[in-house]
Nanobody, 116 residues
Framework: QVRLVESGGDLVQPGGSLRLSCVAS????????IGWFRQAPGKELEGVSC????????YYADSVKGRFTISRDNGKNTVILQMNSLRPEDTAVYYC?????????WGQGTQVTVSS
C-alpha cells in the first residue's frame, strides 16, 4: 500500500526556517519523481517543488525559488523540503505527492504557519 507521511510543519516567525520531511512506504521511492504542493486557506493547490527519481533534476515555483531546497535520500525513503527565509505568504498545508501509473497519491499534509 502506497503511503506518504509528511512532518516538520510548525509555527515560525517571518525569516525563519523549517525542514519538512516526506517518508514513503509501500513502493520503491527510487523509481518515481516526488513533488511538494501547498494549499493556503481559500486558495487553490499550488505546486511548490519537485525532484526527479535520481535527484539530478529539480523544479521550484517562482514564489519559493532561492529560498526552498528539495532533496531526497532514497535509501531512507525520504524527501526533504528545506524552507528558509519564510514569509507569511508561505503559510499553508504542505503535501507531498507521487504519481504512480497515472494514479495520484497524497500524504495527510503538515501545517506551516509563518507569523509574528
Amino acid at each position: 500500500q502506497v503511503r506518504l507521511v509528511e512532518s516538520g510543519g510548525d509555527l515560525v516567525q517571518p525569516g525563519g526556517s523549517l525542514r519538512l520531511s516526506c517518508v514513503a512506504s509501500g513502493f520503491g521511492l527510487e523509481y518515481w519523481n516526488i513533488g511538494w504542493f501547498r494549499q493556503a486557506p481559500g486558495k487553490e493547490l499550488e505546486g511548490v517543488s519537485c525532484i526527479s527519481k535520481n535527484g539530478e533534476s529539480t523544479y521550484y515555483a517562482d514564489s519559493v525559488k532561492g529560498r526552498f531546497t528539495i532533496s531526497r535520500d532514497n535509501g531512507k525513503n525520504t524527501v526533504i523540503l528545506q524552507m528558509n527565509s519564510l514569509r507569511p505568504e508561505d503559510t499553508a498545508v504542505y503535501y507531498c505527492n507521487v504519481i504512480i501509473r497515472g494514479r495520484n497519491y497524497w500524504g495527510q499534509g503538515t501545517q506551516v504557519t509563518v507569523s509574528s
